[in-house]
């Protein structure tokens, strides 16, 4: 009798302790073969979209956070516009020095938009390599040319819409060819990339050309020649998108359970992307307000994301891991971004049938209504045609 108790007994603690229908925790071994399992998983699943799509699984995450990134940016200029218009329409415009707009939730509707984009921005540098991150930019710029043209009013010329099928075509070919994101496990490690002679000596090359532009040129040439406050921009900030990359691999790594905070060079990464961002959006203002924006755009872009493929490829060598038909083709996509964005920029003012005549140059005064005319002039130098009035609608890329 007593010897059935014990053996009953015991089957009830086999039956407990596995959980086979009594509900009871299951063992350590058997929870750890779970874990194990997920993770398995999750290492096939990752094997199946590599194998079939070419990217790497933090590669397509990148992809992901770049393009919503350019969504939000590019809508955030529509949306920032239409509250600038409907503010000024009840207050004094933002054109002529007023702050109505800050009234206006439309407006604060934009500003958070973009908040969102910038920080997806962010986060996509954190795992995708700044060659594949950087060049879709460009796609902001095709969401804010078709939004305008549907909610404002704002015609997208046939040379508009192909330079928009241009930037599709060079960024899906970049993102097809990108190279894998190198792996990383600590801030550290970023560091000593940093640190190595071929960056270091490309840093001292742009702090010194951008101290020179800055304290040599920008004074006397920075109001008649546009390359100094763009070149300015561009040297600073391929720097700050390198260090952006490394405080978003650190913040990663500190989510994951790795905490990076506690290491100097993290905040030493924050001190210098503050450092850039304040300095390159100072002589990025100074460039707007004083050249053309449909010529300053264009010529940014292309200086600040070839020097930052550059610092990239320099700092994180991510052509070491391509062969040269990947590294050519990545480079045919780029050109043909370029191509397409200058297209864009340059034929978004044109009225059908008549060229695009636009300076360099902005004048220095505004009509009585506070909307610069941008320079374009209402006459043909030839014959004396109209080309549009001093109250057309002033292009999404003038804000």
């Known amino acids: 009798m007593r010897g059935g108790l014990r053996r009953a007994g015991r089957g009830t603690a086999r039956r407990g302790l596995g959980g086979g229908g009594g509900g009871g925790p299951l063992p350590l071994s058997r929870v750890a073969g779970r874990r194990r399992g997920a993770m398995a998983g999750a290492q096939l699943v990752g094997r199946w979209v590599e194998s079939y799509t070419g990217m790497s699984a933090d590669n397509i995450k990148g992809l992901l956070l770049a393009l919503s990134s350019s969504l939000f940016i590019g809508a955030s200029f529509i ?83 192909l330079g928009c099928i241009l930037c599709v075509v060079g960024s899906t070919t970049i993102v097809l060819h990108a190279p894998p994101e190198r792996q990383i496990e600590s801030v550290a490690e970023v560091w000593d990339l940093a640190t190595e002679p071929a960056f270091l000596l490309y840093a001292a090359i742009v702090l010194a050309a951008a101290f020179v532009l800055i304290f040599r040129f920008a004074p006397q040439y920075g109001q008649t020649h546009i390359m100094v406050y763009i070149g300015i921009c561009s040297l600073v900030g391929s720097l700050s998108v390198m260090s952006v990359k490394a405080l978003g691999i650190a913040l990663k790594l500190t989510f994951s359970g790795m905490n990076q905070l506690m290491y100097p060079q993290t905040w030493v990464f924050l001190f210098v992307v503050v450092s850039c961002i304040v300095t390159q959006m100072n002589y990025l203002n100074k460039a707007l307000d004083t050249f053309n924006t449909a010529v300053v755009s264009p010529i940014y872009y292309t200086m600040f994301t070839s020097l930052t493929i550059l610092a990239s490829v320099i700092m994180f060598k991510d052509w070491d891991r391509q062969n040269p038909t990947q590294i050519v083709t990545e480079m045919c996509g780029f050109v043909t971004i370029l191509s397409g964005t200058f297209l864009l920029h340059k034929t978004k003012d044109m009225v059908d049938g008549l060229p695009p005549n636009l300076p360099i140059r902005l004048p220095k005064h505004a009509d009585e209504d506070g909307y610069a005319t941008e320079g374009i002039p209402l006459r043909s130098a030839a014959d004396g045609i109209p080309l549009r009035s001093p109250r057309a609608p002033d292009s999404f890329r003038s804000l």
């Open 79 to 161: 949306v920032k516009k239409k509250g600038l218009k409907k503010a000024g329409a009840s207050g004094v415009r933002a054109g002529v020095g007023g702050y109505s707009y800050l009234l206006e939730p439309l407006w604060w509707a934009g500003m958070i938009t973009m908040i969102v984009g910038e920080i997806a921005n962010f986060a996509a540098y954190a795992f995708a390599p700044a060659i594949l991150v950087t060049p879709l930019g460009a796609l902001s710029i095709i969401i804010s040319a078709v939004l305008a043209h549907i909610m404002l009013r704002e015609k997208l010329h046939i040379f508009g819409i």
